[in-house]
């Protein structure tokens, strides 16, 4: 649940937040913060800190042959 707030919201509350991690404001207060999230205590909201996405791709020359090809027979 705490990666699809993550990816969804870049700020939230910290009511909302609590709700649908299921624990207490103090306490999902203090495990965003773990996480990196800044929290703004004067309108009870948080900034979530985003995760790089790592991606890594590998491709070598048969592989891109390969996909050339059933391009090809898509094609004609």
Known sequence: MFQ???????TISIQDTALFLGM???D???FVQ??????D???QM???????IVTEQKLDASK???LTEYVF????
Do not use: C
């Open 73 to 76: 027979h898509l094609e004609h």
């Open 46 to 52: 948080l900034t979530v800190k985003k995760q790089p």
């Open 64 to 66: 891109l042959q390969n």
């Open 34 to 39: 773990q996480q990196g999230w800044a929290v």
């Open 24 to 26: 207490s404001e103090d």
């Open 4 to 10: 699809l707030l993550q990816s969804a919201y870049s």
């Open 41 to 43: 205590p004067a309108s």
């Open 28 to 30: 999902a207060t203090t």
